[in-house]
Structure formats: C-alpha cells, structure tokens
C-alpha cells in the first residue's frame, strides 16, 4: 500500500460526491417520477423543478406549532430527517468502496428505517388529531410485516453474496459469478414490494391523494408546515432515492464505478442517471396502470413479499445442496 | 453455470411466481391474465429448450403451447367472464393468509421431496423438476381454495403447466405425450365449459357449494 494516501483522497472525494449529489438529484428525482406520471396520464404535469420550488416555499414560510403539541413537536422532523440522511450516504450510488461502506450494513440501515418511521409515527400522534393518530396505526401495521419481509430477503442476499453490507453485496453480484438464479427473482419481487410501501407509493399509498381517511405518510405531517414540513418533505425524496440506490446497487450492479479508480467514476455517474431515470420512468407506468389497494388488504400484500423471500432462501438451500 | 441453465432456470422461477401469485389474487381478472403470462413463459421455456436441446419436437410443444394456452385459453376464459356477467371477486374457501402459507409448505415439500428421489439424475435438471413439482402443487392449492368453478378451472390449467415444464425439461420425452396431453387439456376444457353452462342454468351461480348441498341431500 505505497500509494495510500491517494486512495484515502479518493474515496473521500468520492464519499463526498456522492453526499452532495444524493442530496441535490433527490428532489430532481421526485420531479421526474411526477411529470412522466403526468405524462403517462396525457397530462402536461409541473415542471421537473418544482419540488426545489416547494421546498424554499416551505422554507420561507412560518411554522406553526398547535397549542395541544408538546415540546417535542419540533424533535420529530428532525430525527426522520436526520435518520434518512444517514441511510442515504449509506447505499452507495454511482460507485462502490466509499468511505462509508463499512457501515452500510443491511441491519443498520432497517435500524435506520426504523428510527425514521417511529419519529414520523410519534410526529402524527404528537397533537392528538385523529388522523395523525390513524395514519400511525396504520404506518405501525404495515411496517411489521415490510421489516419481517425485508430481513427475509436479507438472509438470502447474505448466504449469496457472503456479505451483510450493501456494497459487499453490490459487489459479490457485480462480478457475476452468482449467475441468475430463482431466488434473486423471489428476492427482486419481495424488495419491490416493500419498497412500495416503504416510499408511500401508489399500491399502498397514494402520494398524490388529498382524502385524509386514506392517507397514511402524508396524513401523519398535515400538522407540520414551514420548516417543519421542508425536513418532512426533504426526507420523504431522500426516501424515493434510497429506495431506487438500494434497488439498483443490488439488482443493477452493472457499470458501477470503483471509488479508487478516478477513470471510472464518468463512467458510473452516467450510468446512474441513467438507471434512476429508467427506475423513475417504470415506477411513473407502474403507479399509472394500477389501482391503491384496500388498507387492510396491504398487510397480505406484504406478507406475500415475506412469504416470497422466504422461498428465495428456500431455493438458495436446494442451489447450495446441488452444488455440492 | 451455462446461460442455457441460468435461461432455464429463470423461466422456471417465474413460472413459479405465477403459480403464487395465482394463489393470492381474489379477481378472476387478474387470475386469467397471471395464467395467461404463466402461459407465455412456458412457451419461452419451451422454445428455448428446443433451442439447447436441438428438439424439433420441443418447437411444436412451445407452438401448442402458444396458440392453445396463452391466446386461445384465456380468450375463452374471459368470454366465459364476460358472457356469464360474474361478479369479478372470487370467494375463497379460506383465509388467504393461510392458503399463501399453505403454498409455501407445499413448495417446501416439493423440494424436500424431489431432491432426494433424483440423487442419480442429472443434476441440472433437479432444481427444474421441484419447480415443476411445486407449480403442479400449486394449481391443486387453488383448486382447493377457491369455490368459484371458474377459478377451480384456472388453478387446473395452472397444474398442467407444471406438467408441460417438467416434460420439456427432461430430455427424451415422447412428443406425442406432451401432444396428446394439449389435447386433453382443450377437450377437458370444452366439458367443463358445458358443465359450467349447466350449473350456472340449476344454481344461477357458478359457486361450488350449491352441488355439495346436493350431494350432502342425497346421502
């Protein structure tokens, strides 16, 4: 390791393009995901920059705290913020080896997840409104079987790639040598499902609907307004790119640059916008041609997603044992 | 491992996903449509085995296939639908929680079964054939819970899915097995159709549970 200190500068520089674009696209990509929805529907849709628009709207605006909150009102958009940014930095984007890669264990970031949930959930419940308190319940229900359903599919990337962290993972399968097999099916399908639920997008969420009764991620931050709400709002973006990373690092590893390796790094950023805008495009189509399912038909929803990750890591075992 | 088997085995992966699907919809809709592309994928699996076995035979199971289950079948399915008015959501003989599990277990089995049995075959084919054992299991799930004939019908055509893949995965297979086999389905398919006719003119209704008050009466 002669030239150590250039790969240390590397990765840094690397860790820190990746912070900054991860926060800079994420409202971008929001954009994306409205306007070819709007598209879709053969409407003209608001510009891709909107969602910077609303954001410095929110920030110009003055935060109201209602008079039944405590004084913790303020704490919880900060700690969902604060816990999706991290998550975020975590998931390696346009390359692999960052700095962070080390921490980007799968178990942290359900940690994460959920510390960002349970501050949203307490943020709904916080002024006592009924549905705050509904979209909570609500929230709590279907997070149960999402993070069941997410260790599921956990166990089997783990005995694939030999690796609990995300890059470790986005690189055993990189290589190739892993093939396609059943189970990364299973496991596909199950971490879309509950990515779905996860983003509050449309089969069991609807981002866009104003009905209060059917609301779940929206209905726990109608309290919330000015800054408050930009925190909310921010991570809610940060969550939609998250997701997307996630989804791409593990199913879509091709063309990822090397944080090491300055030469790749176009390469990899290309490819990234390249992958965000096609994953935007196809949840844009996807959201259009289906319909928000029943609340209490999304528990089954998911438990199918538990119950198909569980057949990934029945099918890893019959793999194994052919094997050998 | 060869990009034929990876090919192979992702067909067969999805064709599974199918079978499961099946078992957690509640609309005849989505139930024809998840057959329909279960249907296609068999037809891929079809072609592409021909194409690594150079089997002219395999072609032709891949055409049948095509033609008869993935465009004809679902055509009749959803003509039954329209003609029939049916009200679209399926009852279901138990709690879809359950039936989900249950089809989970019955995969389990498939595998715990199929792999010790086939210790000498070749090893490649194994994996297959407990896909193919788990999407015949399947289709009798649904079959089983369901108490809309039509839906019954569906989770059948699904089993003889799974028939059809374990067929083209082992090499040496007799066409005029898988032949007659196409056969059968369709005029199976026919009787039913009549049968439905019928139940639906006695019970105005096509849910099974008329005929087993029937049955428990004339005991």
Known sequence: ?324 | MTLTFSLAHLMGGILLLCGFLLLSQRRLAAMITLYQVQAFTLAAAAFWQGYAQSEVNLYLTGLITLALKAVLLPLGLREIVRRFNLTRAVETAMPMALSMLLGVGLIGIAVLVVLPTTMNAVSLTREDLAIALSVVLLGLLVMTSRRSALAQIIGFLSTENGLVLAAIGMPGMPFVAEFSVAMLVLLAFLVVGVFLLRIREHFDTLDVTGIEDIERRGR
């Not at chain 1, 259009?288 to 119950?307: C, D, H, I, N």
């Open chain 1, 1 to 324: 390791m002669l030239n150590f200190p250039l790969v240390f500068v590397l990765r840094l520089v690397a860790t820190l393009l990746h912070a900054a674009l991860v926060f800079a696209v994420a409202p971008l990509l929001l954009g994306v995901v409205t306007k070819c929805r709007a598209w879709a529907l053969g409407r003209r849709g608001p510009p891709f920059l909107q969602p910077y628009h609303h954001l410095y709207k929110c920030l110009r605006k003055s935060a109201l705290v209602p008079e039944t909150a405590t004084e913790l009102f303020a704490v919880w958009p900060v700690a969902v913020f604060l816990a999706t940014g991290v998550a975020v930095l975590l998931v390696p984007g346009f390359c692999t080896g960052l700095l962070t890669a080390p921490l980007s264990d799968f178990i942290t970031l359900i940690g994460l997840f959920a510390i960002a949930r349970a501050a949203a959930m307490l943020g709904g419940l916080e002024t006592g409104f009924g549905f705050g308190g509904a979209a909570a319940g609500r929230e709590a229900l279907f997070s149960v079987f999402a993070e069941a359903a997410l260790l599921v599919v956990l166990l089997g990337f783990v005995l694939l790639a030999h690796s609990a962290t995300v890059d470790g993972i986005s690189v055993a399968f990189a290589t190739g040598h892993i093939g396609i097999s059943v189970s990364l099916g299973f496991a596909l399908a199950a971490l879309l499902a509950v990515a779905l639920t996860e983003t509050g997008r449309i089969p069991t969420d609807n981002p866009a609907g104003h009905l209060e009764l059917a609301m779940v991620h929206e209905a726990m931050m109608l309290e919330y307004s000015g800054r408050f709400l930009l925190l909310l709002d921010y991570a809610a973006m940060l969550r939609l790119l998250l997701w997307m990373d996630l989804t791409g690092t593990i199913f879509l590893p091709f063309g990822m640059a090397r944080a090491d390796d300055i030469l790749s790094w176009p390469g990899g950023l290309l490819l990234w916008v390249v992958k965000l805008g096609a994953m935007a495009a196809v949840l844009a189509l996807f959201e259009v041609s289906t319909a928000k399912m029943r609340v209490f038909r999304v528990p089954e929803f998911l438990g199918a997603a538990m119950l198909l990750g569980i057949l990934a890591g029945v099918f890893l075992f019959v793999a194994a044992r052919i094997g050998s």
